[in-house]
């Protein structure tokens, strides 16, 4: 069974960059014909898709997202990372990893599988 696990830290100060990696296991990122994909939820707010990274590493971004947003992986590790510069406390979300067969991800759908989330909190 694939498992995804999000490891960062909790708290970020404004202007400075989030970065978050997701660990995979039971499965390789560069599996045919996946998308692994970052996936954020603010308090009181519904699912961003914020981009994702294919299994031949082409990388995909949400258009309100892209200037400040990079995704990146080291598949020695199986892994992949979220890079999210020049945060504000608008970005405190609950930050999710997540596989599918489609690049962009705003629901669970019954063939993919989501991390369990990680709390991100931008302030001073």
């Known amino acids: 069974q694939v498992q995804l696990q999000e490891s960062g830290p909790g708290l970020v100060k404004p202007s400075q960059t989030l970065s978050l990696t997701c660990t995979v ?3 390789s990122i560069t599996t045919s014909s996946y998308y692994w994909s970052w996936i954020r939820q603010p308090p009181g707010k519904g699912l961003e898709w914020m981009g ?8 995909y971004y949400s258009p309100s997202l892209k200037s400040r947003t990079s995704i990146s992986r080291d598949t020695s ?10 945060v504000t406390p608008e970005d ?5 990893c997540a596989r599918a067969r489609e690049v962009v991800v705003t629901s ?5 599988y ?3 989330g990680t709390q991100v909190t931008v302030s001073s």
């Not at 994702?52 to 990388?59: K, L, V």
């Not at 405190?92 to 999710?96: E, F, H, K, N, P």
Request: glycine share 14%; proline share 0%.
């Open 25 to 27: 296991s039971g499965g």
């Open 52 to 59: 994702a990274i294919a299994y031949s590493g082409s990388t």
């Open 77 to 86: 590790k199986n892994q992949f990372t979220l890079q999210l510069s020049s």
């Open 92 to 96: 405190t979300a609950v930050y999710y």
């Open 108 to 112: 669970k759908g019954r063939n993919d």
């Open 114 to 116: 989501w991390g369990q």
